[in-house]
């Protein structure tokens, strides 16, 4: 938080944190205010008391996604990673936030996807996967191509095993949903890699029944 933004008041900060967890009849009102307040940690709390409640609506989520304040939309990414059911058209912004300038946004977002399986998105996905300075990135995205197992992302999960060895292990987990013989000799390769996890994570994908 910036040292000059006024921080909220212990009352309303009260207020919100019980809102999630003990309803009272005029909270429904409150935490939709509160969603499009000036304070970032109002709108976070009202987030996530909403979200606990099931309140959001699609326009709910447009707002937390768009958010201006980047701990709103990385609040609001985690939290949507693991909702059952997403309207469609909303992942439409989470697969907006795949280009943040913000690295733990786009980690969020990639997380995200791939949890809700978003086919979408898979071409965005292998782009990041072999693109993105950042590391972290590129392993969630080679994570998430391997969950969606779209044969769109093969090249990209097998390119990521020229990556760092995080990356490059992530790759090994993500092709146990891809086949073929590129896979098979990149597998082989593998299991003489330099780095022991590595190694080890071809070992156990070979024990693992068909």
């Not at 292990?169 to 890699?193: K, Q």
Request: hydrophobic residues 45%; proline residues 6%; aromatic residues 4%.
């Amino acid at each position: 938080m910036p040292a000059n933004e006024p921080t909220l008041s212990p009352d309303l900060e009260e207020r919100l944190l019980r809102a999630g967890f003990l309803p009272e009849t005029d909270d429904e009102v409150f935490l939709s205010q509160s969603l499009r307040a000036p304070h970032p940690r109002q709108r976070i709390l009202a987030l996530r008391a909403s979200n606990r409640r099931a309140l959001l609506t699609r326009e709910d989520w447009v707002a937390v996604l768009t958010d201006p304040d980047v701990d709103v939309r990385r609040d609001a990414l985690s939290l949507l990673a693991y909702l059952d059911d997403v309207e469609r058209d909303v992942l439409v912004f989470v697969r907006e936030s795949l280009d943040d300038p913000d690295a733990l946004i786009v980690d969020a977002a990639i997380f995200a996807l791939g949890e809700h399986l978003d086919v979408e998105s898979v071409d965005h996905l292998a782009r990041l996967a072999r693109e993105h300075e950042d590391a972290r990135c590129r392993e969630s995205a080679v994570a998430a191509l391997g969950a969606l197992g779209d044969d769109r992302g093969r090249a990209a999960v097998l390119a990521a095993l020229e990556d760092k060895p995080p990356v490059r292990r992530r790759a090994i987990v993500a092709l146990a949903n891809f086949e073929g013989p590129d896979v098979e000799a990149a597998l082989a390769l593998a299991a003489e890699d330099r780095d022991w996890q590595v190694r080890a994570a071809v070992d156990q994908l070979n024990k693992e029944p068909d």
